[in-house]
Nanobody
Framework: VQLQASGGGLVQAGGSLRLSCVAS????????MGWFRQAPGKEREFVAA????????EFADSVKGRFTIFRDNAKNTVYLQMNSLKPEDTAVYYC?????????????????WGQGTQVTVSS
């Protein structure tokens, strides 16, 4: 599956952004979808994930209560709604797709990745 992420930008602390990731090439509803991020000088980290039907979601502790993830299978799109943004949320955000895995969604086999979209939060 090919993934195209968009929606990043520059926002002040406390603001909101919504990221989108459109999938093509494979049946979208067969994939667990996740969002990851990588800040300069840091390793990529898990942000959020959602099961194929949207019935279950997981979030990193650092974004719980501020971010939500949802999907529209009819539009082959997964979204990351980010509220109450903080400067430490600044990173390149990547969407990813996994066909399988076990345990935590953060550890699923994400083998398709989008190109990333920059999110910058100013203080």
């Amino acid at each position: 599956v090919q993934l195209q992420a968009s929606g990043g930008g520059l926002v002040q602390a406390g603001g909101s952004l919504r990221l989108s990731c459109v999938a093509s090439g494979r049946p979208f509803n067969r994939y667990v979808m996740g969002w990851f991020r990588q800040a300069p000088g840091k390793e990529r980290e898990f942000v959020a994930a959602i099961t194929w039907n949207g019935g279950y979601t997981e979030f990193a502790d650092s974004v719980k209560g501020r971010f939500t993830i949802f999907r529209d299978n009819a539009k082959n799109t997964v979204y990351l709604q980010m509220n109450s943004l903080k400067p430490e949320d600044t990173a390149v955000y990547y969407c990813a797709a996994a066909r399988g895995g076990s345990g935590s969604l953060s550890r699923y086999n994400y083998n398709s990745w989008g190109q990333g979209t920059q999110v910058t939060v100013s203080s």
